[in-house]
């Protein structure tokens, strides 16, 4: 396994981290403050687990 690599995935556990304890800002690390973000705050506000959901899911498929 490569340096590059075990960064790269550190980066991901930590924002992973980040997705389930404040999910916006786990999006905002992502992709920045743009349409996802926002989206990522209603969801919050409208509850949690959606907030979760959709934080991960960035996250994941990028």
Do not use: Q
């Not at 996802?36 to 979760?52: C, D, R, S």
């Amino acid at each position: 396994m490569s340096r590059a690599t075990t960064g790269a995935e550190r980066s991901d556990i930590l924002k992973i981290l980040l997705a389930i304890l404040l999910p916006p800002l786990g999006v905002a690390l992502e992709v920045g403050l743009g349409l996802h973000f926002w989206l990522n705050i209603v969801l919050t506000l409208l509850g949690y687990i959606p907030g979760i959901i959709h934080a991960l899911y960035v996250i994941l498929t990028r």
